[in-house]
């Protein structure tokens, strides 16, 4: 098993950042690839950055992309994302995602194995 914990969420003005941090215990050595979700009321959760475990790159949203930055911390089993240049359209729950199979497709929310209890950001215009 792995347990996922974020943090970090809050209610900020358009324009500016908050930084959300995800970190993983039990089972890490078993983590695949890790990544951030969103849930926005009445949508579905949609992907908004991962990164695999064996590997630098990453990948974003097109609607996040050149506002959002995802890093990790190995030593620490931590992810990080931040987030600038906030729009209220940004405004959801915020949750950390971790999979541990590297056959199933790493940005897809349907593939990962542990979520986070969730963070609320708000941006308010």
């Known amino acids: 098993q792995v347990q996922l914990v974020e943090s970090g969420g809050g209610l900020v003005q358009a324009g500016g950042s908050l930084r959300l941090s995800c970190a993983a215990s039990g089972r890490t050595f078993s983590i695949y690839a890790m990544g951030w979700f969103r849930q926005a009321p009445g949508k579905e959760r949609e992907f908004v950055a991962a990164i695999r475990r064996s590997s630098t790159g990453t990948y974003y949203a097109d609607s996040v992309k050149g506002r959002f930055t995802l890093s990790r911390d190995n030593a620490k089993n931590t992810i990080y994302l931040q987030m600038n240049r906030l729009k209220p359209d940004d405004t959801a729950v915020y949750y950390c995602?971790?999979?541990?199979?590297?056959?199933?497709?790493?940005?897809?929310?349907?593939?990962?194995?542990?979520w986070g209890q969730g963070t609320q950001v708000t941006v308010s215009s």
């Open positions: 995602g971790a999979l541990v199979d590297p056959n199933r497709g790493w940005l897809l929310v349907t593939s990962y194995n542990y």
